[in-house]
């Protein structure tokens, strides 16, 4: 089991910037595949981004990738999504999630979810 714990989101204007971090504890943390999902309301959960367990390897949607990037810290347990030059189109609560097979990007891959935290961009 993995149990993970994102950051407090928050509300932010337009423009602005945010890190979210996401601390797991249980099964070895530094094999997990990490991603990052999102969901506005009303819409589907989207796929943010996802990094390999050694953080060589990472893939952000191309619909996000000229703005948030994805990093990881095995030491500390710690996996964070950097957010620049937010948009209102932003705004949703934000997933991270765990699994010990490949990268995905569908929500169905990963196993291990946290309680999600909302994150608002005001225009």
């Known amino acids: 089991q993995v149990q993970l714990v994102e950051s407090v989101g928050g509300l932010v204007q337009a423009g602005g910037s945010l890190r979210l971090s996401c601390v797991a504890s249980g099964r070895t943390f530094s094999r997990c595949v990490m991603g990052w999902f999102r969901q506005a309301s009303g819409k589907e959960r989207e796929f943010v981004g996802a990094i390999s367990w050694s953080g060589g390897n990472i893939y952000v949607a191309p619909s996000v990738a000229d703005r948030f990037t994805i990093s990881r810290d095995n030491v500390n347990n710690t996996v964070y999504l950097q957010m620049d030059s937010l948009r209102p189109e932003d705004t949703a609560v934000y997933y991270c999630?765990?699994?010990?097979?490949?990268?995905?990007?569908?929500?169905?891959?990963?196993?291990?979810w946290g309680q999600g935290t909302q994150v608002t961009v005001t225009s």
């Open positions: 999630a765990g699994d010990f097979d490949g990268m995905g990007i569908r929500a169905s891959d990963y196993d291990y």
